[in-house]
């Protein structure tokens, strides 16, 4: 019984925002772009890829470089599409549309991954180093956090 009470106390305390106090809200609560952050791994992921070619070079070995561009492929090629996907109007809806298309969109994404891991064997072959290519892909995974020290030195656009 109380806990009713509290709900009704909670629906009568609602108060829409005014347009002001919601362009407000919007200034100090800024939403974040998925493809500013797919760039940012994209950046990430070049500069392990380039890093890779270089220690290729250094010591003379092969497959160092084009394992880890597969690898930050393994990540950006999937976060693409599904970023994509997500984005589109296809499947527009309530609620309960979007959460579903989010997670069709999200297992096809990991799915996309897993394959693209699988076939590194017949695609890459005898220039496969599986080191170079799980660095590729875990620092472009990660290069996430490379966009929240970013987010924290550059203030993000109002809507």
């Known amino acids: ?3 009713d ?3 009704e106390e909670e629906v009568d305390d609602f108060r829409p925002l005014t347009p002001e106090q919601a362009n407000a809200w919007r200034r100090k609560f800024p939403q974040e772009n998925v493809w500013h952050v797919l760039k940012i791994q994209c950046c990430v992921g ?5 890093l ?3 220690v290729q070079e250094a010591l003379r070995v092969t497959g160092l470089g084009l394992s880890a561009l597969y690898g930050v492929s393994t990540v950006i090629i999937p976060a693409a599409i599904c970023a994509r996907g997500l984005g589109s109007r296809f499947g527009g809806g309530g609620v309960a549309a979007s959460v579903a298309k989010f997670f069709v969109w999200e297992f096809a994404k990991v799915a996309l991954s897993v ?7 017949k695609i890459l072959s005898e220039d496969l180093s599986w080191p170079a290519l799980m660095a590729g892909l875990v620092f472009t995974f990660k290069g996430f956090w ?3 020290v970013w987010r924290q030195f550059v203030p993000a ?3």
């Open 115 to 121: 394959s693209m891991l699988m076939l590194a064997p």
């Open 46 to 50: 070049g500069f392990v890829a380039l």
């Open 146 to 148: 490379a966009f929240v």
């Open 5 to 7: 009470l509290i709900n």
């Open 52 to 54: 890779a070619f270089f």
């Open 157 to 159: 656009k109002s809507v």
């Open 1 to 3: 019984m109380s806990q």
